[in-house]
């Protein structure tokens, strides 16, 4: 299980990361405009998660 999670926080991080850059600018955009932005809000919310994750999960690969 470690070593899934070390490669994914490997390989997917950059995605992750361009995926989080996109979405926030988006949703500065909306909010300029008043426009919804729920969606763009989710996907946020599920990348800044999963980099939070993968950080934590490399960093504890440490210990071990």
Not at 26 to 35: C, F, G, Q
Not at 51 to 64: E, G, R
């Amino acid at each position: 299980m470690m070593i899934a999670s070390l490669y994914f926080g490997w390989f997917f991080m950059p995605i992750l990361c361009i995926m989080f850059c996109l979405n926030l600018v988006s949703i500065l955009k909306k909010v300029k405009n008043d426009e919804k932005t729920a969606k763009n809000t989710v996907w946020l919310t599920i990348s800044f998660t999963l980099i939070m994750w993968s950080i934590a999960i490399i960093a504890s690969a440490d210990i071990y």
